[in-house]
C-alpha cells in the first residue's frame, strides 16, 4: 500500500502540464504551428550529416505530413535551409528521403517539386566533379530523381510507386502504338539510370568484408530498397510492352529495343542475385529472381510464361526501429501519442511497472511472469510472421493465376485475329493477282494493236512517197506539154500575118494542135484520176503499180512521138511561105496522118486496159485457190501439231501423277515458297492457255498461240505437282493429307481439260477453271506452310522510292505541260464566257500542279534528311530495307500523287473539250490533294518535330490545300457560269395540267432521293472497303486496339491539315 501511495503522489504532478498543454492548442494557427515544428524535427532527425541509415519512423512521418497537408511546401522550406551542397552524406539522405516522397507521399508532391529540377540538375552536376566518396553517389542520385520526376510529368497516370494494372497500362498508352513505342523508350531510360545508381553503389562498397552489417554500409544501401521497387515495375511493365509492340509491328523495326532490353535483363539479374545475398536486405525485403533466359518477343505465346516479379517487404522489417502505423492518422493522434510516449517515459510502461501487482499476491513471481509473457510475445510474433508469408504468398500465387488467365485471353484473342487477317490477306492477294493478270492482258493488247498501226502507217508513207513522186513526174511532163502548145500556137499566129491567104489551113492546123493539146490534157487527167484512185486504195499489189508505171511509159513516149510531129509540122509551116499548093497538099496528108495515130493511140490504149482487167482477174484466181489450198493444208498440220502436242501434254501430266505415287519419291521434299513460285507460274500459264484457247475458238488459225502455252501449261503444271507432294512430305500431317488430295484432283482436273482439247467434238466446250481453282487452293495451302519470318520483301526497296519520287515529279511537270498546251488551245479557238471560264480553270489547276511540284521536292528534302539521320553507319538501301513498312508506305504515296496528277489533267481536258462534268474535276481534285496528304503523312512519320524540312514540307502542305479549295470554287463558279437555266412559263396550262405536273415532280423527287441514299451508302461501302483492303495491304491492326493512317482519305481543304480524316475510322 506505500508502494501504491508513493506512485500515485508522483503522478499527481506531471498530470495537470500535459493537460493543460493539450488544452491550449487547439487553435488552427497553433495547429499549424505544431504540425511545421513536428515536421522540422522529423526532416532534421532524417537527414543529417551521421553516416547511418535513415530511420523509417522519421521518413514516414514526412510522408504522413506531405498528405496532412496534400503538399511538400513545408518539406522544400526545410530541406532549402540544409547546406546539401557542402555535405555529401547529408545530400545522400535527402535523396533518400526524396526519394521515397515521391514513391509514398501525396500526389502533389511532383508538383511542388518541378520547380527545383534545375537546382538539383546543378547539385548533381557540381557533385559529379568528385570521384571519391558520396560525390558520385550523389551525382547519379540526383540524376535518377530528376529522370523520375520528367517521367512522371510526361506519364501522369504512372503514380509514384509505379503500381498499376494491365488496363491501367493499356489506358496509359491510348492504344496508340506511337505511345507505347515512346513510353518503352521512356522506360528504358527510366531503369538505365536505376541500373547505373544500383552499380554505382555495389562498386563504391568493400564486398570482401560484411559492409551490410555495418552503419556506413547500410547507409549506401538503405536507398536501394526503392531502387528494387522500381525496377521491378519497370521491368514488368517493358515486357509487357514489348510483347505488345511485337504484335503490331515488324521484329525489324524493334530490333534495337530487343538489344537494349537484353543489355538491361542481364544487368538487373546480377544485381538482384548480388543484393538477396547480403544480410541487409535478408531482413527488411524479399528480393525476386528473375528468369534463366530473357522472354523471347518473337514468339507471341513467351508472354504466357512471364512471371511478374513481386517484391514483399514484411510489416514489421523494413526497419530495425520501424513502427507499426497501418493508417494514416491526423496530427492530433500524433501529438497525443509524443504525450503518451513522455507519460511513459516519466512512469514507466505499463508492461514492466505494475502498481496494482496482484500477481504477487497469487505466489507469482515477477521473474516467471516476464518469461512467461516474452515466450507469448515470441510465439505471438512468429505466428504473425507465419501469417505474413502465408499472406504474401496467397497473394502473389492469386496475382500470378489473374496473370497466366489474362495472357490466355490475350493469346487466344490474338490467335483469332491472326486467323482472321490471314483470311483477309488471302483474299486481297487473290483479288490483286485478277487484276494484275487483266492489267497485264490489256497492256499486252494495247502493245499489239500499236505495232499494227505503226507498221501500217509505215507501210502507207512509203507507198504515199511513190505516188507522190510519179505524181510530180505527170505534172511536169503535162507542163512541158503546155508549154509546147503555145510556142506552136505563137508560130502559127505569126504565119497567120505572114501569109493572110493561109487563113483557113492555120485554122484548120490550130484545131488539129487544140485536139492534140486536150487530148493531152485528157491523158494528163485520167492519169491524175489513176493516181488518186491508188492513193484511196493502198492495198493494191505491187504488180498492179508496175503494170499502170508501164502504161504511163508507152503514154509518155506516144506524147514524145506526138511532140517529134509536132517538130515537123513546124518545118513544114515554114515552107507554106514557098509553096502555097506544096503545103496545102502536105497539110491534108498530114491531117489524115494525125487522125490515124489518134486512132492508133485510143486503140492501144483500150486494149491495153482490157489486157489489164484479164491479168488482174487471172491472178486474183490463182491468188483465191492457192490461198485455199495452202490454208486447208495448213490446217491439216496445225490439227495434226496440236494433237501430238495435247497427247505429249497429257502424258507428262499423268507421268508426274505417276511419279507422285513411286516408293522412291517419299525422300523428296520441298518448301512453301518453291511451292508458291510453282503455283503462281502455273495459275498464269493456265490464264494466258485460257485466252488462248478463246482465240482458237474463235480463229482456227491461230494455233500458233496455243501450242507454246500446252507446252509450258503441261511443264508448270507437272511440276507444282511434284513439288507439292514434296511439300506434303515435311508438313504436318492435315495440311500434308489436303495438300497431296489436291495436288492428286488438279492432275486429274488437267488430264481431264486436255482431253477435252483433243476431241473436235469438246474442243469448244472445254474448260480450265476447276484446274485454276485447283491451283488457287493449293497456293493457299502454301501460304498456311509458308514460316512467316519469310514475308519480308528482299527487293531493293532504296531504289524503288528514288524512281517512284522521279517518276511522281516527271508526272507533275507532264500534267503541267500538258494544262499550258490546253490553256493555249482555249485561248485559240474559244471565246466569251467559254474562255473566261477555261482559263480560270485551267489557271487555278496549275497552280495546283506548281504546289504539288513544291511539296514532292520538299518531301524529298525531309525525306533525305531522315536517311541521313536514321541510318547510321549503313547504307541508305538497307535503312530503307530495316524499315519496308515505312518505305511501302512512301513508294504508295509516291504512286498515287503521279496517278492523280494525270487523272485531274485528263478531267480537265474533257471539261475543257465540253465532254466532261465539272463534278469530276471536283473530286479529281480533292483526290489529288488526298494523296499529297498521305505523301506527307509518310514523310512525316519519322521525322523530327523540330526540322526545317518538316516545317516546309507542312507549308507545302497548307498550299496544296488553299490550291485544291482554289480549283474547286473557280470549278463551281464555272458551272454555275455555264449552266443554262430554263424558265418555267405555266401561264397556257390548265388547273389539270399543273396537277399532273406537280404529281409527276413529286414522283422524280422521291426517286431522286431514292438514288441520293442508295449512292451515298454505296460511297461508304466502297470508302470502308478501300480502308480494309489498304489496311491488311499495310499490315495494320484491326482488333479496335489501335489503327495508323489510311491509305485513303477524305479532304477538307478548307481545314488545312486538320480536314483529313479517314473515310472508315472517323465516319
Not at 497 to 502: E, F, I, T, V
Not at 610 to 623: A, H, N
Not at 698 to 725: I, K, M
Amino acid at each position: 500500500m506505500d508502494r501504491v501511495s508513493s506512485t500515485m503522489k508522483q503522478v499527481s504532478n506531471p498530470l495537470p502540464k500535459v493537460l493543460s498543454r493539450r488544452a491550449g492548442g487547439g487553435g488552427p494557427e497553433a495547429e499549424r504551428e505544431s504540425f511545421e515544428r513536428a515536421q522540422t524535427v522529423s526532416i532534421n532527425k532524417a537527414i543529417n550529416a551521421q553516416e547511418v541509415a535513415v530511420k523509417e519512423k522519421h521518413a514516414r512521418t514526412c510522408i504522413l505530413g506531405t498528405h496532412h497537408e496534400k503538399g511538400a511546401q513545408t518539406f522544400w522550406s526545410v530541406v532549402n535551409r540544409l547546406p546539401l551542397s557542402g555535405n555529401a552524406v547529408l545530400c545522400w539522405k535527402f535523396c533518400h528521403v526524396f526519394h521515397k516522397l515521391l514513391q509514398d507521399g501525396h500526389s502533389n508532391v511532383l508538383k511542388d517539386s518541378m520547380r527545383y529540377k534545375n537546382e538539383l540538375s546543378d547539385m548533381s552536376r557540381m557533385w559529379g566533379h568528385l570521384s571519391e566518396g558520396y560525390g558520385q553517389l550523389c551525382s547519379i542520385y540526383l540524376k535518377l530523381l530528376r529522370t523520375k520526376m520528367e517521367f512522371h510529368t510526361k506519364n501522369p497516370r504512372f503514380p509514384g510507386n509505379l503500381q498499376m494494372s494491365d488496363r491501367q497500362l493499356d489506358e496509359a498508352g491510348e492504344n496508340d502504338v506511337n505511345n507505347f513505342f515512346q513510353l518503352t523508350v521512356e522506360m528504358f531510360d527510366y531503369l538505365e539510370c536505376e541500373l547505373n545508381l544500383f552499380q554505382t553503389v555495389f562498386s563504391s562498397l568493400d564486398m570482401s568484408r560484411s559492409v551490410s552489417v555495418t552503419a556506413a554500409g547500410q547507409c549506401r544501401l538503405a536507398p536501394l530498397i526503392q531502387v528494387i521497387l522500381d525496377c521491378s515495375h519497370l521491368y514488368d511493365y517493358t515486357v509487357k510492352l514489348l510483347f505488345k509492340l511485337h504484335s503490331c509491328l515488324p521484329a525489324d523495326t524493334l530490333q534495337g529495343h530487343r538489344d537494349r532490353f537484353l543489355e538491361q535483363f542481364q544487368k538487373l539479374k546480377d544485381l538482384f542475385y548480388r543484393s538477396s545475398n547480403l544480410q541487409y536486405f535478408k531482413q527488411l525485403i524479399q528480393i525476386p529472381q528473375l528468369p534463366e533466359n530473357p522472354p523471347n518477343f518473337l514468339r507471341a505465346s513467351a508472354l504466357s510464361e512471364h512471371i511478374s516479379p513481386v517484391v514483399v517487404i514484411p510489416a514489421e522489417a523494413s526497419s530495425p526501429d520501424s513502427e507499426p502505423i497501418t493508417d494514416l492518422v491526423e496530427m492530433d493522434a500524433a501529438s497525443q501519442s509524443l504525450f503518451d510516449n513522455k507519460f511513459d517515459d516519466i512512469f514507466g510502461s505499463s508492461v514492466s511497472c505494475d502498481p496494482f501487482n496482484f500477481n504477487s499476491q497469487n505466489g507469482m513471481s515477477k521473474d516467471d511472469k516476464d518469461r512467461l509473457i516474452e515466450q507469448l510475445y515470441r510465439e505471438i510474433t512468429g505466428l504473425k510472421e507465419e501469417l505474413e508469408n502465408f499472406k504474401a504468398e496467397s497473394t502473389r500465387g492469386a496475382v500470378q493465376l489473374r496473370g497466366r488467365a489474362s495472357e490466355l485471353e490475350a493469346e487466344l484473342a490474338e490467335q483469332q485475329h491472326l486467323k482472321q487477317q490471314a483470311q483477309d490477306e488471302s483474299e486481297f492477294l487473290r483479288t490483286e493477282l485478277e487484276e494484275l493478270k487483266k492489267q497485264r492482258e490489256d497492256t499486252e493488247k494495247a502493245q499489239r494493236s500499236l505495232t499494227e498501226v505503226e507498221r501500217r502507217a509505215q507501210a502507207n508513207e512509203q507507198r504515199y512517197s511513190k505516188l507522190k513522186e510519179k505524181y510530180s513526174e505527170l505534172v511536169q511532163n503535162h507542163a512541158d506539154l503546155l508549154r509546147k502548145n503555145a510556142e506552136v500556137t505563137k508560130q502559127i499566129t505569126v504565119a497567120r500575118q505572114a501569109q493572110g491567104d493561109a487563113e483557113q489551113e492555120k485554122k484548120e492546123l490550130e484545131d488539129s494542135f487544140q485536139r492534140v493539146s486536150e487530148q493531152a490534157q485528157r491523158k494528163s487527167q485520167e492519169q491524175a484520176e489513176v493516181l488518186e484512185t491508188l492513193k484511196r486504195e493502198l492495198a493494191a499489189s505491187r504488180q498492179e503499180l508496175q503494170v499502170l508505171q508501164g502504161t504511163l511509159e508507152s503514154s509518155t513516149q506516144a506524147g514524145a512521138e506526138q511532140n517529134n510531129r509536132i517538130a515537123s509540122l513546124e518545118q513544114e509551116r515554114d515552107r507554106l511561105s514557098q509553096a502555097a499548093e506544096q503545103h496545102r497538099d502536105e497539110m491534108a496528108a498530114l491531117q489524115a496522118e494525125l487522125q490515124q495515130l489518134q486512132e492508133t493511140l485510143s486503140h492501144k490504149q483500150e486494149s491495153s486496159r482490157i489486157e489489164l482487167e484479164m491479168l488482174q482477174t487471172q491472178l486474183r484466181d490463182k491468188q483465191e485457190n492457192a490461198e485455199q489450198v495452202l490454208q486447208q493444208r495448213l490446217a491439216e498440220e496445225q490439227l495434226s501439231l496440236l494433237q501430238g502436242t495435247i497427247h505429249e501434254a497429257k502424258r507428262m501430266v499423268q507421268d508426274a501423277l505417276a511419279h507422285m505415287e513411286d516408293p522412291a519419291h517419299v525422300s523428296c521434299t520441298g518448301s512453301a515458297d518453291c511451292l508458291l513460285a510453282q503455283t503462281l507460274a502455273a495459275s498464269e500459264c493456265s490464264e494466258r492457255l485460257q485466252d488462248a484457247h478463246s482465240k482458237y475458238l474463235a480463229d482456227g488459225a491461230a494455233v500458233g498461240s496455243l501450242l507454246p502455252c500446252l507446252a509450258l501449261f503441261a511443264h508448270l503444271v507437272s511440276n507444282t505437282l511434284l513439288q507439292g507432294s514434296a511439300t506434303s512430305h515435311v508438313a504436318p500431317v492435315e495440311p500434308a493429307d489436303r495438300l497431296l488430295e489436291l495436288c492428286k484432283q488438279c492432275g486429274s482436273e488437267a488430264v481431264s481439260y486436255l482431253s477435252a482439247l483433243q476431241d473436235p467434238g469438246t474442243v469448244a466446250s472445254a474448260d480450265c477453271s476447276l484446274v485454276t481453282a485447283c491451283l488457287g487452293q493449293i497456293s493457299a495451302i502454301g501460304e498456311e506452310l509458308r514460316p512467316r519470318g519469310l514475308d519480308v520483301q528482299q527487293e531493293e526497296l532504296g531504289d524503288l522510292v528514288d524512281k517512284e519520287m522521279a517518276a511522281t515529279a516527271a508526272a507533275i511537270e507532264t500534267a503541267s505541260a500538258r494544262i499550258e498546251e490546253m490553256l493555249s488551245k482555249a485561248r485559240a479557238g474559244d471565246t466569251g464566257v467559254k474562255l473566261e471560264v477555261n482559263e480560270r480553270i485551267l489557271g487555278s489547276c496549275t497552280g495546283l500542279m506548281q504546289a504539288i511540284h513544291v511539296l514532292v521536292l520538299a518531301s524529298k528534302d525531309l525525306q533525305r534528311e531522315i536517311v541521313e539521320s536514321g541510318r547510321g553507319a549503313a547504307s541508305p538501301k538497307e535503312f530503307y530495307a530495316k524499315n519496308s513498312r515505312w518505305t511501302e508506305g512512301l513508294i504508295s504515296a509516291s504512286k498515287a500523287v503521279g496517278w492523280g496528277a494525270t487523272v485531274m489533267v485528263d478531267a480537265a481536258d474533257l471539261v475543257v473539250q465540253g465532254k466532261g462534268t465539272f463534278e469530276e474535276l471536283m473530286v479529281c481534285s480533292r483526290e489529288i490533294a488526298a494523296s499529297t496528304a498521305q505523301l506527307v503523312a509518310a514523310s512525316k512519320v519519322k521525322a523530327d518535330k523540330d526540322s526545317a524540312n518538316l516545317c516546309k514540307l507542312q507549308q507545302a502542305s497548307r498550299g496544296v490545300n488553299q490550291a485544291t479549295a482554289s480549283v474547286v470554287a473557280s470549278t463551281k463558279a464555272g458551272k454555275s457560269q455555264v449552266e443554262e437555266k430554263d424558265s418555267m412559263d405555266f401561264s397556257s396550262m390548265t388547273l389539270t395540267q399543273i396537277k399532273r405536273q406537280e404529281m409527276d415532280s413529286q414522283v422524280r423527287v422521291l426517286e431522286l432521293e431514292n438514288q441520293l441514299q442508295k449512292e451515298r451508302q454505296k460511297l461508304g461501302e466502297l470508302r470502308k472497303k478501300h480502308y480494309e483492303l489498304a489496311g491488311v495491304a499495310e499490315g495494320w491492326e484491326e482488333d479496335g486496339e489501335w489503327c495508323q493512317p489510311c491509305s485513303s482519305w477524305a479532304a477538307d481543304p478548307g481545314k488545312g491539315e486538320a480536314g483529313w480524316r479517314s473515310p472508315a475510322c472517323h465516319p
